[in-house]
């Protein structure tokens, strides 16, 4: 039996020392393993948001700007890439164990979307007339059975005062869902009503990204009394998509750039700072503060 388990420890010695002896041997251009899980797990969600978005990557110049932007996040070049990747798959057992690490990240980062979005699901089954007319919720599901047509929002001036601290405030959200060629009226508009004048600022919803409205506390000689927002789609078919309305904020503006650099899932927003409603931005995986959970694919 001694003999047996000494036989066992040998081999276990030689594997380890085989492992060891290989990764002291890297080259130098060849990204150290931790370097290579994490990278590899921004690539596998960026091939899979390319796949899964194709009206955003609908050419291999977006799609090779976006993969590009994925090493730059992790101060690697695509040479690096190609070169690592080749020295780990000709070690195979070592590439079979990163890969399973990775994987493993996928999943378990599949099940945390999902439990947020099933804790929503079933916040979205609150019956709405026993929530205060200024209650936002963080993610809104327009599929739901209990859904509306949209959601909206009313503050008085008390409720202001407490969400805007400074003069100037954001009502913003992004969107996922929205499929190509989509032609129903989706819409959103800000109400800001002072004690003699009422400005209103509309915006139309057609594609992926995050909107914004903003306005004031404060306009020449007059004070803001009451602000009303909505967000409404209306679909011809009779068949409601499944769209998402997510990241829905109103605040201070300043508040609102300190909340998006503590997003964990910030998912149409770059580098902390909200989008522009006509820009036209790529979004970024991971370490680059975006993320799309329908992308991920079972690999």
């Not at 780990?88 to 890969?99: F, G, V």
Request: proline letters at 6%.
């Amino acid at each position: 039996m001694k003999s047996k388990k000494s036989v066992a420890y040998f081999f276990l010695f030689i594997l380890l020392g085989g492992l060891a002896y290989s990764c002291q041997n890297r080259p130098k251009e060849v990204l150290n393993r931790k370097q290579m899980e994490r990278l590899m797990y921004d690539v596998y969600i960026a091939e899979a948001t390319m796949e899964n978005d194709y009206q955003n990557f609908n050419t291999p110049e977006k799609k090779e700007a976006y993969i590009n932007k994925v090493f730059q996040a992790h101060k690697a070049t695509q040479a690096q890439w190609d070169t690592s990747l080749s020295w780990y798959s000709d070690r195979i057992d070592l590439y079979l164990k990163m890969n399973d690490s990775v994987k493993a990240r996928l999943q378990r980062a599949r099940q945390e979307i999902d439990a947020m979005v099933a804790q929503q699901t079933q916040g979205q089954q609150i019956d709405p007339a026993l929530l205060p007319p200024s209650y936002l919720p963080p993610v809104y599901i327009f599929s739901m059975p209990d859904a509306k047509r949209g959601l909206r929002f009313r503050l008085d001036s008390s409720e202001i005062s407490s969400k805007v601290i400074g003069e100037d405030f954001l009502f913003t959200f992004s969107t996922i869902g929205i499929p190509p060629r989509f032609s129903s009226s989706f819409t959103s508009l800000l109400t800001m009503v002072y004690s003699d004048t009422t400005i209103y600022r509309f915006q139309k919803i057609r594609e992926n990204k995050t909107y914004e409205l903003t306005g004031s506390k404060y306009i020449p000689g007059d004070t803001i009394t009451e602000i009303r927002g909505f967000i409404h789609l209306q679909d011809s078919t009779g068949v409601m998509p499944h769209i998402q309305l997510y990241n829905i904020f109103f605040g201070d503006i300043q508040s609102a750039v300190l909340e998006t650099d503590t997003l964990k899932m910030g998912l149409d927003t770059l580098d902390g700072e909200p989008l522009n409603p006509d820009s036209t931005r790529l979004p970024v995986p991971d370490s680059m503060n975006s993320f799309q959970p329908d992308s991920i694919q079972e690999m």
